[in-house]
Protein backbone atom coordinates (compact mmCIF):
# COMPACT_ATOMS: atom_id res chain seq x y z
CA UNK A 1 0.00 0.00 0.00
CA UNK A 2 1.49 3.36 -0.84
CA UNK A 3 2.06 5.97 2.19
CA UNK A 4 -0.96 8.50 0.96
CA UNK A 5 -3.50 5.94 -0.86
CA UNK A 6 -7.10 6.73 -1.14
CA UNK A 7 -5.74 10.39 0.06
CA UNK A 8 -7.16 13.49 -1.52
CA UNK A 9 -4.40 16.58 -1.64
CA UNK A 10 -4.88 20.15 -3.02
CA UNK A 11 -1.81 21.45 -4.28
CA UNK A 12 -1.95 25.42 -4.62
CA UNK A 13 0.40 26.61 -7.51
CA UNK A 14 1.03 23.68 -8.87
CA UNK A 15 1.12 24.43 -12.59
CA UNK A 16 5.26 25.22 -11.74
CA UNK A 17 8.21 24.83 -10.24
CA UNK A 18 8.08 23.67 -6.07
CA UNK A 19 4.19 23.11 -6.91
CA UNK A 20 4.43 20.68 -9.96
CA UNK A 21 7.19 18.99 -8.13
CA UNK A 22 4.86 18.45 -5.02
CA UNK A 23 2.12 17.45 -6.91
CA UNK A 24 3.87 14.62 -8.94
CA UNK A 25 5.47 13.58 -5.68
CA UNK A 26 2.02 13.40 -3.82
CA UNK A 27 0.44 11.22 -6.72
CA UNK A 28 3.37 9.11 -6.95
CA UNK A 29 2.99 8.13 -3.07
CA UNK A 30 -1.00 7.83 -3.96
CA UNK A 31 -2.97 10.54 -3.36
CA UNK A 32 -5.42 11.70 -6.12
CA UNK A 33 -4.25 15.72 -6.60
CA UNK A 34 -6.45 19.11 -7.35
CA UNK A 35 -3.32 20.61 -9.77
CA UNK A 36 -4.52 24.32 -9.17
CA UNK A 37 -3.07 26.78 -10.84
CA UNK A 38 -3.94 30.65 -11.37
CA UNK A 39 -2.50 31.60 -15.33
CA UNK A 40 -0.68 28.72 -16.95
CA UNK A 41 -3.11 26.23 -17.90
CA UNK A 42 -0.43 24.62 -19.95
CA UNK A 43 1.85 24.04 -17.17
CA UNK A 44 -1.41 22.93 -15.13
CA UNK A 45 -1.93 19.80 -17.90
CA UNK A 46 1.80 19.20 -18.11
CA UNK A 47 1.81 18.49 -14.09
CA UNK A 48 -1.17 16.21 -14.86
CA UNK A 49 0.15 14.38 -18.11
CA UNK A 50 3.29 13.37 -15.63
CA UNK A 51 1.00 12.52 -12.61
CA UNK A 52 -0.56 9.78 -15.07
CA UNK A 53 2.19 9.06 -17.16
CA UNK A 54 3.36 7.38 -13.50
CA UNK A 55 -0.01 5.65 -12.74
CA UNK A 56 -1.54 8.50 -10.67
CA UNK A 57 -4.59 9.86 -11.02
CA UNK A 58 -5.75 14.47 -10.82
CA UNK A 59 -7.54 17.30 -11.84
CA UNK A 60 -7.13 20.76 -13.10
CA UNK A 61 -8.39 23.56 -11.13
CA UNK A 62 -7.99 26.79 -11.92
CA UNK A 63 -8.60 29.54 -8.95
CA UNK A 64 -6.55 32.88 -7.78
CA UNK A 65 -5.88 31.94 -3.84
CA UNK A 66 -6.10 35.68 -3.26
CA UNK A 67 -9.54 35.53 -3.83
CA UNK A 68 -12.14 33.78 -0.66
CA UNK A 69 -14.65 32.66 -3.49
CA UNK A 70 -11.88 30.89 -5.81
CA UNK A 71 -11.08 29.21 -2.91
CA UNK A 72 -14.49 28.38 -1.92
CA UNK A 73 -14.96 27.11 -5.26
CA UNK A 74 -11.68 25.41 -5.77
CA UNK A 75 -12.79 23.07 -2.55
CA UNK A 76 -16.35 22.91 -3.34
CA UNK A 77 -15.32 21.50 -6.85
CA UNK A 78 -12.51 18.80 -5.46
CA UNK A 79 -15.08 17.62 -2.93
CA UNK A 80 -17.41 17.32 -5.21
CA UNK A 81 -14.87 15.29 -7.60
CA UNK A 82 -13.70 12.89 -4.56
CA UNK A 83 -15.95 13.24 -1.43
CA UNK A 84 -13.33 14.98 0.58
CA UNK A 85 -9.75 16.60 0.91
CA UNK A 86 -7.16 14.92 3.21
CA UNK A 87 -3.69 17.37 2.34
CA UNK A 88 -3.33 21.06 1.81
CA UNK A 89 -0.31 22.06 0.26
CA UNK A 90 -0.05 26.00 0.03
CA UNK A 91 2.34 26.72 -2.01
CA UNK A 92 1.06 29.28 -4.24
CA UNK A 93 3.82 32.47 -4.10
CA UNK A 94 4.88 35.01 -5.84
CA UNK A 95 7.87 37.63 -5.71
CA UNK A 96 7.13 41.04 -6.63
CA UNK A 97 10.53 42.98 -6.23
CA UNK A 98 11.47 46.33 -5.62
CA UNK A 99 13.92 49.04 -3.40
CA UNK A 100 11.84 49.77 0.02
CA UNK A 101 11.73 53.63 -1.02
CA UNK A 102 10.33 52.26 -4.36
CA UNK A 103 8.14 49.93 -3.31
CA UNK A 104 4.07 50.59 -4.50
CA UNK A 105 1.34 49.51 -2.27
CA UNK A 106 0.31 47.59 -5.14
CA UNK A 107 3.75 45.45 -4.74
CA UNK A 108 3.40 44.99 -1.22
CA UNK A 109 -0.42 44.20 -1.12
CA UNK A 110 -0.37 41.49 -3.98
CA UNK A 111 2.39 39.88 -2.43
CA UNK A 112 1.01 39.93 0.96
CA UNK A 113 -2.24 38.88 -0.28
CA UNK A 114 -1.03 35.93 -2.08
CA UNK A 115 1.77 34.45 -0.31
CA UNK A 116 -0.14 35.37 3.44
CA UNK A 117 -3.84 36.14 2.86
CA UNK A 118 -4.15 32.97 0.27
CA UNK A 119 -2.70 30.45 2.52
CA UNK A 120 -4.89 31.65 5.04
CA UNK A 121 -7.75 31.35 2.68
CA UNK A 122 -7.39 28.06 1.27
CA UNK A 123 -6.03 26.59 4.69
CA UNK A 124 -9.71 27.72 6.08
CA UNK A 125 -11.58 25.92 3.97
CA UNK A 126 -9.93 23.03 4.27
CA UNK A 127 -9.53 23.21 8.08
CA UNK A 128 -13.66 23.00 7.96
CA UNK A 129 -13.51 19.84 5.79
CA UNK A 130 -11.46 18.20 7.87
CA UNK A 131 -13.03 18.66 10.95
CA UNK A 132 -16.47 17.98 9.18
CA UNK A 133 -15.19 14.78 8.24
CA UNK A 134 -12.98 13.82 11.00
CA UNK A 135 -10.34 10.61 11.53
CA UNK A 136 -10.50 8.35 8.77
CA UNK A 137 -8.55 4.97 10.44
CA UNK A 138 -8.22 2.74 7.57
CA UNK A 139 -6.75 6.22 5.69
CA UNK A 140 -4.58 8.55 8.08
CA UNK A 141 -4.20 9.04 12.20
CA UNK A 142 -4.62 12.88 11.13
CA UNK A 143 -8.29 14.44 10.21
CA UNK A 144 -6.16 15.89 8.00
CA UNK A 145 -2.53 17.82 6.69
CA UNK A 146 -1.45 21.14 6.04
CA UNK A 147 1.89 22.05 4.76
CA UNK A 148 3.00 26.02 3.96
CA UNK A 149 4.96 26.67 2.12
CA UNK A 150 7.32 29.15 3.55
CA UNK A 151 11.29 30.37 2.70
CA UNK A 152 14.68 30.56 4.60
CA UNK A 153 13.46 34.21 4.35
CA UNK A 154 11.04 34.37 7.31
CA UNK A 155 14.60 34.14 9.02
CA UNK A 156 16.84 35.46 6.81
CA UNK A 157 16.16 39.11 6.30
CA UNK A 158 15.86 40.21 2.71
CA UNK A 159 16.77 43.76 1.28
CA UNK A 160 14.83 44.77 -1.80
CA UNK A 161 12.20 42.07 -0.83
CA UNK A 162 10.39 43.01 2.21
CA UNK A 163 7.54 42.23 1.05
CA UNK A 164 7.97 38.78 0.30
CA UNK A 165 10.12 38.15 3.58
CA UNK A 166 7.42 40.22 5.92
CA UNK A 167 4.87 37.35 4.53
CA UNK A 168 7.13 34.54 4.79
CA UNK A 169 7.59 35.36 8.25
CA UNK A 170 4.32 35.77 8.94
CA UNK A 171 3.72 31.91 7.26
CA UNK A 172 6.00 30.91 10.36
CA UNK A 173 3.78 32.12 12.79
CA UNK A 174 0.99 30.74 11.16
CA UNK A 175 1.36 27.25 10.63
CA UNK A 176 2.51 27.66 14.30
CA UNK A 177 -0.84 28.97 15.75
CA UNK A 178 -2.70 26.87 13.46
CA UNK A 179 -0.93 23.24 14.64
CA UNK A 180 -1.47 24.68 18.41
CA UNK A 181 -5.61 25.48 17.47
CA UNK A 182 -5.95 22.51 15.52
CA UNK A 183 -4.17 20.30 17.40
CA UNK A 184 -7.45 18.82 19.10
CA UNK A 185 -9.32 18.42 16.06
CA UNK A 186 -6.18 15.76 15.05
CA UNK A 187 -5.20 17.93 12.31
CA UNK A 188 -1.40 18.51 11.68
CA UNK A 189 -0.08 21.80 10.08
CA UNK A 190 4.04 22.14 9.13
CA UNK A 191 5.91 24.84 7.08
CA UNK A 192 8.70 23.76 4.57
CA UNK A 193 11.21 26.68 4.25
CA UNK A 194 13.21 26.18 1.09
CA UNK A 195 16.41 27.78 0.09
CA UNK A 196 17.28 28.17 -3.28
CA UNK A 197 15.38 25.72 -5.49
CA UNK A 198 15.32 25.96 -9.33
CA UNK A 199 12.30 27.50 -10.37
CA UNK A 200 11.17 30.32 -12.91
CA UNK A 201 10.84 32.24 -9.52
CA UNK A 202 14.52 33.01 -9.56
CA UNK A 203 15.78 31.48 -12.82
CA UNK A 204 18.14 34.84 -12.47
CA UNK A 205 20.30 33.40 -9.52
CA UNK A 206 21.07 29.81 -11.16
CA UNK A 207 20.98 29.97 -15.06
CA UNK A 208 24.23 31.32 -15.94
CA UNK A 209 27.61 30.21 -14.22
CA UNK A 210 28.59 33.33 -12.88
CA UNK A 211 24.93 33.85 -11.29
CA UNK A 212 25.58 30.65 -9.91
CA UNK A 213 28.62 30.60 -8.27
CA UNK A 214 27.54 33.65 -6.69
CA UNK A 215 24.80 31.38 -5.46
CA UNK A 216 26.92 29.10 -4.00
CA UNK A 217 28.90 31.27 -1.50
CA UNK A 218 25.31 30.99 0.35
CA UNK A 219 24.90 27.28 0.37
CA UNK A 220 27.25 25.46 2.52
CA UNK A 221 26.38 22.28 0.36
CA UNK A 222 27.16 23.33 -2.97
CA UNK A 223 24.46 22.72 -4.87
CA UNK A 224 21.17 24.49 -5.98
CA UNK A 225 18.23 22.18 -4.70
CA UNK A 226 16.10 20.73 -6.84
CA UNK A 227 11.84 20.44 -6.71
CA UNK A 228 12.18 16.77 -5.70
CA UNK A 229 14.27 17.79 -2.40
CA UNK A 230 10.90 19.65 -1.67
CA UNK A 231 8.63 16.85 -3.04
CA UNK A 232 10.44 13.96 -1.04
CA UNK A 233 9.99 16.20 2.21
CA UNK A 234 5.91 17.00 1.59
CA UNK A 235 5.38 13.26 1.05
CA UNK A 236 6.65 12.85 4.38
CA UNK A 237 4.64 15.45 6.17
CA UNK A 238 1.78 14.40 4.55
CA UNK A 239 1.89 11.15 5.65
CA UNK A 240 1.75 8.91 9.39
CA UNK A 241 5.49 8.87 9.10
CA UNK A 242 5.52 12.20 10.37
CA UNK A 243 2.32 11.61 13.01
CA UNK A 244 3.84 13.27 15.58
CA UNK A 245 5.52 16.37 13.93
CA UNK A 246 3.47 19.17 14.60
CA UNK A 247 4.14 23.22 14.41
CA UNK A 248 6.79 22.69 12.76
CA UNK A 249 8.98 24.86 9.97
CA UNK A 250 11.47 22.28 8.42
CA UNK A 251 14.16 24.13 6.60
CA UNK A 252 15.49 22.26 2.79
CA UNK A 253 18.04 24.83 2.24
CA UNK A 254 21.22 22.97 1.67
CA UNK A 255 22.61 24.40 4.67
CA UNK A 256 22.04 28.52 3.52
CA UNK A 257 20.38 29.14 7.15
CA UNK A 258 23.54 28.07 9.23
CA UNK A 259 25.10 31.70 8.85
CA UNK A 260 27.90 30.65 5.85
CA UNK A 261 29.47 34.06 6.18
CA UNK A 262 30.91 32.91 9.53
CA UNK A 263 32.55 29.47 8.09
CA UNK A 264 36.59 31.21 7.97
CA UNK A 265 35.89 32.54 11.27
CA UNK A 266 33.42 35.52 10.31
P1 LIG B 1 7.11 29.48 -9.56
O1 LIG B 1 7.78 28.46 -10.40
O2 LIG B 1 7.06 30.89 -10.00
O3 LIG B 1 5.64 28.95 -9.25
C1 LIG B 1 4.70 29.74 -8.58
C2 LIG B 1 3.37 29.05 -8.65
O4 LIG B 1 2.42 29.81 -7.90
C3 LIG B 1 2.82 28.94 -10.07
O5 LIG B 1 2.21 27.68 -10.23
C4 LIG B 1 1.76 30.04 -10.12
O6 LIG B 1 0.66 29.73 -10.98
C5 LIG B 1 1.27 30.00 -8.69
N1 LIG B 1 0.57 31.22 -8.31
C6 LIG B 1 1.04 32.48 -8.26
N2 LIG B 1 0.08 33.32 -7.85
C7 LIG B 1 -1.03 32.58 -7.64
C8 LIG B 1 -2.35 32.87 -7.23
N3 LIG B 1 -2.72 34.11 -6.93
N4 LIG B 1 -3.23 31.84 -7.13
C9 LIG B 1 -2.86 30.57 -7.43
N5 LIG B 1 -1.62 30.24 -7.84
C10 LIG B 1 -0.73 31.24 -7.95
O7 LIG B 1 7.80 29.54 -8.11
P2 LIG B 1 8.34 28.42 -7.11
O8 LIG B 1 9.76 28.69 -6.91
O9 LIG B 1 7.90 27.08 -7.51
O10 LIG B 1 7.59 28.88 -5.79
C11 LIG B 1 6.62 28.10 -5.12
C12 LIG B 1 6.59 28.47 -3.65
O11 LIG B 1 7.87 28.17 -3.06
C13 LIG B 1 6.34 29.94 -3.38
O12 LIG B 1 5.51 30.08 -2.24
C14 LIG B 1 7.73 30.49 -3.11
O13 LIG B 1 7.69 31.64 -2.29
C15 LIG B 1 8.34 29.31 -2.38
N6 LIG B 1 9.81 29.32 -2.36
C16 LIG B 1 10.52 29.11 -3.51
C17 LIG B 1 11.91 29.09 -3.43
C18 LIG B 1 12.78 28.82 -4.62
O14 LIG B 1 14.01 28.89 -4.48
N7 LIG B 1 12.24 28.51 -5.77
C19 LIG B 1 12.55 29.29 -2.21
C20 LIG B 1 11.79 29.52 -1.08
C21 LIG B 1 10.42 29.51 -1.16
P3 LIG B 1 0.51 30.35 -12.47
O15 LIG B 1 1.87 30.30 -13.09
O16 LIG B 1 -0.47 29.40 -13.11
O17 LIG B 1 -0.02 31.73 -12.33
Redesign the pocket.
Known amino acids: MKRLQQQIAIV??????????IAIALAKAGAKVCV??????D??KKTLEEIEKNGGEGVIQ??????PE?VKTMFQNTIKEYGTVDILV??????QDASFLEMSHDDWQKVI???LS?QFYCAQEAAKEFVRRGVVEDRSKAAGKIIC?????DIIPWAGHVN?AT??AGILMFAKSLAQELSEKKIRVNA???????????RD?WEDEESRNKLLQLIPYQR??E?ED?GNAAVWLASDESDYVQGQTIYI?GGMTLYPGFKDNG
Not at 62 to 67: E, F, G, T
Not at 192 to 202: F, M, Q, R, V, Y
Open positions: TGASSGIGQGNYRSSEGAQADVSKDNNAGIQNVNGMSSVHYAKISPGAIKTDINAVGVID
